[in-house]
């Protein structure tokens, strides 16, 4: 039973349109993760936030642009998207890895993200 | 070529057979995951290994760190089994959370 949700499900966009997409955990945990999943790919990271730092930005293009305000919310703001950016977009938390070392990524269920 | 292999890419097996996934890596690693997809995205972690084998249920996964490899034992295999299988490895020198995914193994289990 994953403690981690995401909106929306699914998601239809042009390339001239800004979106936003969301996840939010219930699971107590102070680190959180946005990964891109494309077809036949393995899943790549994207950011990572810890404490509601960013820790990491994984050469991601600037059309991406992710928002922590809290421990239990992560946003992906979306805009000038090119086509090859559909794909899945993955969200996953866990204790704060510099704190718990090799801790447990708890993912939620994606937004498949389809740009036109 | 990418740093996680996962073997066969594509398995389909009839309803109780015995299933084997199998992983390699080229770098020294603190930590294995295996991950398990199912149709829709979600993804749920099965095992987290640094060393020797683990059980749960069906599911049984080894790792052997001096060859660099490990395996996804499914039992009795059963229809719902049926998802993509991923291999996750944290290297030793890329700090705690930067894993480097397999490109996954899907199983198909037929009734």
């Known amino acids: 039973e994953t403690g981690v949700t995401q909106t929306p499900r699914h998601l239809v966009m042009g390339m001239t349109n800004k979106k936003s997409l969301k996840c939010e955990q219930h699971l107590g945990h102070n680190a959180m993760y946005w990964y891109k999943q494309s077809a036949k790919k393995p899943l790549e990271l994207m950011f990572v936030?810890?404490?509601?730092?960013?820790?990491e930005n994984n050469s991601v293009p600037s059309r991406f642009s992710p928002e922590c305000p809290n421990s239990s919310h992560l946003f992906l703001h979306l805009h000038t998207l090119q086509p090859e950016d559909s794909a899945l977009y993955l969200c996953?938390?866990?204790?704060?890895?510099?704190?718990?070392?090799?801790?447990?990524?708890?993912f939620g269920p994606g937004t498949r993200l389809l740009v036109l | 070529k990418n740093e996680v292999e996962q073997s066969p890419q594509n398995l389909t097996a009839q309803e109780g057979e015995f299933i084997t996934i199998n992983c390699s890596y080229s770098?020294?690693?603190?930590?294995l995951h295996w991950l398990q997809q199912h149709p829709g995205g979600g993804i749920v972690s099965l095992f987290m290994?640094?060393?020797g084998k683990k059980k749960h249920g069906r599911l049984i996964a080894t790792i052997n760190i001096q060859e660099k490899h490990s395996s996804l034992h499914i039992t009795a295999s059963h229809p719902r089994d049926s998802a993509v299988y991923i291999c996750?490895?944290?290297?030793?020198?890329?700090?705690?959370?930067?894993?480097?995914f397999g490109t996954g193994t899907r199983l198909k289990v037929l009734a």
């Open positions: 996750a490895v944290l290297p030793l020198t890329s700090g705690t959370y930067k894993y480097i």
């Open positions: 996953a938390s866990s204790q704060s890895p510099e704190r718990e070392g090799q801790g447990t990524q708890y």
């Open positions: 936030y810890s404490l509601e730092e960013r820790v």
């Open positions: 770098v020294g690693i603190s930590a």
């Open positions: 290994l640094s060393s």
